[in-house]
């Protein structure tokens, strides 16, 4: 069967052990506002423009039949309301300034893209991480990929927001090596305010996940004045405290660098301006946060 | 004795730091020690007239004993290391090149011409390369210069001919000149004991020191690191750069283990002597030359580690001088110590990328495929930059030929001419529309590639015949045992090996443009041959769009791209099947490298346009890998392209640039991550691997407030500067190759 990705990033290195290679799919029931990869949002096709490498040649005027290229003035505007996503400009871009995500892929040729750095993986110990958007909205697809490299012995990892159905987690759990999941807040209503939805079914995946024993890494995106206050937080590792199969809880600073992509994509970025916490920051939480649970870590730290 | 020797008394090297940084930027000489620079002069100039018909070795002896003799010197009384003389404005190595002048201009003028019209229309640069030497330096520490000569005076007496006679009578005069100026030094250090109270304990020390290495081998670690020292000032003095320092380890790690056994010294001392030592070098170059090396791991033989407690102390201060020269040359191979790859991955992640790391099991059966005997291949040191010789044994001259890959491309597109010079320097293999498939092509790139290879070998053959008349050397050859063995100087072939290094540079522009003429002109028929030429001489003025469809949308060299990879690993068979094996002036062979130094720079303003979409004069690809920008696919993508070379192939060397935004290698996973990386490469066959740890905006800032950066390192080729110290269109280069990381 196939699937719709965004994007294959090999070398990869903070989404899980050792040197991966990172899946990236479509698609999210979550609309986080500090999102950075807001591409990956629904599960369509998605036309990106980056201004700084368009060079004006007019080419993808010439090949959009729904109007939606602007030449103004010298300077080329894109008006996404009119895109369809259908890529014909980006088949004419020569300069990378037009891109459309969203391919649509084999599980068997993503699986042999996916095994490109298997040496590296060996080396590393390292492996696959399916991630998105997110990646269990397709779980039927990348469960076959992940059938194919399990046969190879290949470590696999599932980043996932935990916010689907158990059903999906269950048809990847028997080809999961490591669940890499999200528990952004404890609190549901404050949970809904700043991703869309409540946290009742991440909470009750979580428990799941405990309850089988799943092997699962929990990360926790550091969101100034929303979570990123010790009380806060300390709820979380509570939470994770009692759950019993957590190897390790990353707290991860938050970081405006998906800004710029909003914009490339035609959408508003909803984030108001913050200052990203410093590491002095992120080491004192770490500190604190080891009273309550004791695998707290920071993105680059060995579990 | 006190055993704290060296930390005991007087300023320490924090104290002195700046003050000696500026020793060779303004020397200052003592004039009543010796004579003045102008009648300095005017005595080589009555030597070289009185001593015209004397054979060159023997009058290159007495100028080289003369100037010893008679300079004035300098000792530092803060410095625990002596050496300074005025070198009368580096008169021999003048000598040299006014040498070199005259035979291209009398007895060799085709091989002049035919590296003047290299030069001109970059397809090569090319020059008789009497450096990228390493002196034989544990023969040397063994022996000790009354050893050497010694040896020299009992071959004299029994050698019967002329020649040996010739070449053991210059090597005593030059060693007793050694011996004798030594001595002045160590006078010198008694009075300065006497004229600084306060340094006192330093000076007596110094001339002690001096007085053991002139009258025995040294017997201590500190006798050791000076006797290197002035045999690097007096090799240098007499003509041609010191390339290699040889291994740290094997050098002087008996010496340090032997002094610690014995009370000699401390660990703390041994810090102490070492950061004054390193300090000379690094006063050499302030920070924008291209350094000297030691190495350090290897094997001593195929069982011995080249490790000791010396490397972990020496690897430590490396890391907190934190300076751009000496460099290093990290030789990792599979018994390599943990503890001893973390300390490097340390030095790396901490900004002092200023090594290149090397495969030591490739490199060993690399030297050993191009003739190195099983026994002498341990013995291998990195000279320059990369380039594998076997020390005390073997004159590699690595650098006589700088080769651009591109320029054959240039010559089978427009018919054996120049496009950017119109010289008709190419074979005619044929206009554009002659072509009709591109195997057709291809073999008229080979049939170019061959003729430049040729000619330069020729011009480069010719030279190398007259290299005893241009620079005899026989203060550095009596440090060769082979040449002491057989009485011949390192000009007249007196090593075991003999070899000349021939560098490929830009394997990724001539690949990438292959591929794009294969690609866009025979399959897709986008532009006939003819069309693609006209583009290229018109520098692609307006047809920025096809540029981009070149640059972009063609397959590049670099990305695990399977069709890419397969042509450079074709390219690269072309050029080391034309320069392995083929005979040199010197009883040796030719060995190729690939890389390209900052002449990437130079051979690429004389380069055209060209297929890959790269436009006239731009610089050409640094190393093996991608060129500049293209590695789009990410590091292991690369790594992946370029093991698919075969570097016993390449046995003169070559090196993989890798650029590493700070966040990939961040905290403990991160130096995981680095040595990783390092032995995936190694493990599938790669051969030399370099990094850049920077992040573009850093650049930035530092392109606009240099200030603040003076300290930044990148590393430029086989050595790091200070990235301030670079010219714009290199620090662009820096930012250009740094932006897309992630």
Known sequence: ?303 | MDKRSFTASGPVFAEVKDHLFTQYSEPHYDDSTGISREELIKGVDRILEEKKDTPPIKRKAELFSYVLMNSRIDVDPTDWFADHFDRAGDILYKLHERRRAEAGDTVIPGAKAIIELGRETGSFFAELDLGHVSPGWRFLLEKGIPGIMDMAQKKLKDCADERSALFYQSVITVYEAAALFIKRLEEQAKRMAEKYPEHQDRMKKLSDCLYSIRTGPPGTFYEALQLSYIFHQLIEFEGELVRSMGSFEWNFGRFYEKDLAEGRITREDARELISFFWMKFFANTRGSGNGKNFYFGGMKDSSTINIGPLSYLALELFYDLNQPDPKLSVKLGKDTPEEFRRLIARCLKGGRTNMVLINDDETLSAVRKRGVSFEDSFEYLLIGCYEPAIEGKETACNMCVKFNLAKPLELALFNGTDPLTGKATGIRTGTPDSFDTFEDFYHAYEVQLDHQLSLVQKAITDYESFWDVINPEPFISATFAPCLEKGRDISEYGPKYNNTGSMGGGLANAADSLISIKKAVFEEKRYTLEELCRMLKDDFAGQERERLYLKNMMPKWGNDDFEADAMAVRVAESYTSRVNGRKNGRGGIFTASMFTLDHCFELGHRTGALPDGREKGHYLAKGIGAMTGMDKGGVTAQIESVVKLDFTDIPNGSVLDIYLHPSAVDGEKGTDTLLQLIDTYFGSGGYGIQFNILNADDLREAQIHPEEYRTLQVRVCGWNVYFVTLNPEQQNHFIETTMQLV
């Not at chain 1, 952004?184 to 991440?202: A, F, Y």
């Open chain 1, 1 to 303: 069967m196939t699937g719709l990705l965004s994007d294959i990033k090999r070398m990869s290195v903070h989404d899980g052990p050792g040197i991966r290679t990172t899946m990236f799919l479509m698609g999210c029931p979550l609309r986080c506002l500090w999102c950075h990869n807001p591409e990956n949002l629904e599960i369509k096709k998605v036309l990106s423009f980056t201004p700084k490498l368009c060079v004006g040649c007019g080419a993808c005027l010439k090949a959009c039949s729904h109007g939606a290229h602007i030449m103004a003035a010298g300077t080329h505007r894109v008006d996404f309301s009119r895109c369809v996503s259908c890529g014909d400009c980006v088949s004419e871009c020569y300069t990378g300034a037009l891109r459309l995500f969203g391919t649509v892929m084999e599980a068997s040729s993503a699986a042999e893209k996916l095994l490109e750095d298997r040496k590296f993986y060996e080396t590393s110990g390292g492996g696959v991480t399916f991630s998105g958007g997110e990646p269990l909205l397709q779980a039927s697809f990348i469960k076959e990929v992940m059938e194919r490299l399990k046969r190879e012995g290949i470590h696999t990892a599932v980043d996932t927001c935990a916010d689907v159905p158990w059903e999906a987690f269950m048809q990847v759990i028997p080809f999961t090596d490591l669940f890499l999941c999200d528990v952004k807040h404890i609190d549901s209503e404050r949970h809904r305010e700043m991703t869309g939805r409540g946290n009742e079914r991440i909470l009750k995946n979580m428990r799941r996940l405990a309850d089988i024993g799943a092997v699962v890494e929990v990360r926790t995106p550091v969101i100034p004045g929303f979570n990123d206050d010790l009380s806060v937080l300390s709820e979380i590792g509570g939470f994770l405290s009692g759950l019993g199969n957590i190897t390790a809880w990353r707290i991860l600073p938050y970081h405006s660098m998906g800004k710029a992509k909003y914009e490339s994509i035609g959408m508003p970025y909803m984030m108001p301006e913050l200052e990203a916490p410093d590491s002095k920051h992120m080491e004192a939480l770490k500190k604190e946060l080891r009273n309550v649970f004791d695998r707290v870590m920071l993105s680059s730290d060995l579990s």
